[in-house]
C-alpha cells in the first residue's frame, strides 16, 4: 500500500527550485519527489557499494594505478630541486 510522505519546512527558494524543475520536466512537485525518492531508493548505500566492488577481481596492482596517475599528471614542479 502507499505511503505518504510530508515535508515541513521547506525554504522558499528550495521550493521554488523544485518547482523549476518540475515544470521543466512538466510534471508537478509531488511527482518530482517521488521520482527522486524512488531513484534515491533503488541506489545503492556507500558501504553496500564498496563491499560489491571490492569482490571484484582487477589484474591492476596498487602501484600500476600510482603509476598511471604519475604519469598522466607529469612531474612534480619542484621534482628538479
Do not use: C, F, H, N
Not at 517521488?34 to 591492476?60: F, Q, V
Not at 596492482?61 to 630541486?81: C, F, I, K, N
Amino acid at each position: 500500500m502507499p505511503k505518504t510522505i510530508q515535508i515541513r519546512d521547506v525554504d522558499d527558494t528550495v521550493y521554488a527550485g523544485l518547482a523549476r524543475r518540475a515544470g521543466e520536466l512538466g510534471v508537478t512537485v509531488p511527482e518530482l519527489l517521488r521520482r527522486e525518492a524512488a531513484r534515491i531508493a533503488a541506489r545503492p548505500t556507500l558501504d553496500e557499494w564498496l563491499e560489491r566492488t571490492r569482490r571484484r577481481p582487477s589484474g591492476i596492482t596498487p602501484e600500476e594505478v600510482v603509476a598511471a596517475l604519475d604519469e598522466s599528471r607529469g612531474p612534480w614542479p619542484d621534482a628538479d630541486r
